[in-house]
């Protein structure tokens, strides 16, 4: 008997223990430009009088969030060019007639020497990125294909579920405790 109730109380503090990590306040975890994790689509990549390295994040993009960090080196001295109009197009590859202008700019680059700019895909599928360089050297131009993905709509759902069911769990274990216990009471007297 005093086995059992040692049991039982290890298992109900161990309940509470897991269902308060559950119901802990967590981390927040940035969701914008720059964050998610990064790729990069094109490194060393020649467009016209340039070279051109393009990153991308998040990983994978997500619908109404591409972040493109662009930067442009002169190709034959490889120093970097920070004076230069960077204009990005992304269009649909998959038949309709969508398409989103942005202007890369420093402001709002991580590194202060790089291009950069957040563009708002309206919609999942497969898009063509356009890069066009125009400065003292000439012009110069780089494409790529890049997937954007749907938002997932699980993590809302597991988020809110989580704490519910850790707490439906907590509950129907203590109901069920309650009863064994009630059942051994009446069990006890019941014998002489």
């Given at each position: 008997?005093?086995?059992?109730?040692?049991?039982?109380?290890m298992v109900v503090l161990s309940l509470i223990a897991i269902i308060s990590l559950i119901?802990?306040?967590?981390?927040?975890?940035?969701?914008?430009?720059?964050?998610?994790?990064?790729?990069?689509?094109?490194?060393?990549?020649?467009?016209?009088?340039?070279?051109?390295?393009?990153?991308?994040?998040?990983?994978?993009?997500?619908?109404?969030?591409?972040?493109?960090?662009?930067?442009?080196?002169d190709a034959e001295s490889r120093d970097i060019l920070t004076d230069l109009s960077v204009?990005?197009?992304?269009?649909?590859?998959?038949?309709e007639d969508s398409t989103i202008d942005a202007i890369a700019t420093h402001d709002i680059?991580?590194?202060?020497?790089?291009?950069?700019?957040?563009?708002?895909?309206?919609?999942?599928?497969?898009?063509?990125?356009?890069?066009?360089?125009?400065?003292?050297?000439?012009?110069?131009?780089?494409?790529?294909?890049?997937?954007?993905?749907?938002?997932?709509?699980?993590?809302?759902?597991?988020?809110?579920?989580?704490?519910?069911?850790?707490?439906?769990?907590?509950?129907?274990?203590?109901?069920?405790?309650?009863?064994?216990?009630?059942?051994?009471?009446?069990?006890?007297?019941?014998?002489?």
């Amino acid at each position: 008997m005093v086995f059992e109730m040692k049991t039982r109380k290890m298992v109900v503090l161990s309940l509470i223990a897991i269902i308060s990590l559950i119901l802990a306040p967590q981390p927040a975890y940035a969701d914008g430009p720059g964050t998610g994790g990064r790729r990069i689509r094109l490194d060393e990549e020649p467009a016209g009088p340039y070279v051109v390295r393009v990153v991308t994040s998040p990983t994978p993009p997500k619908v109404e969030n591409l972040y493109l960090e662009i930067r442009v080196l002169d190709a034959e001295s490889r120093d970097i060019l920070t004076d230069l109009s960077v204009m990005i197009s992304a269009s649909s590859t998959e038949g309709e007639d969508s398409t989103i202008d942005a202007i890369a700019t420093h402001d709002i680059a991580p590194i202060p020497d790089e291009y950069a700019a957040h563009l708002i895909i309206p919609r999942a599928g497969v898009w063509s990125i356009n890069i066009q360089i125009d400065g003292p050297l000439g012009y110069g131009e780089v494409s790529f294909l890049e997937r954007i993905s749907s938002p997932s709509s699980l993590g809302p759902i597991i988020s809110i579920g989580a704490p519910f069911a850790g707490l439906a769990i907590l509950i129907f274990v203590f109901i069920r405790m309650q009863r064994d216990s009630m059942d051994k009471t009446q069990g006890s007297e019941e014998q002489p």
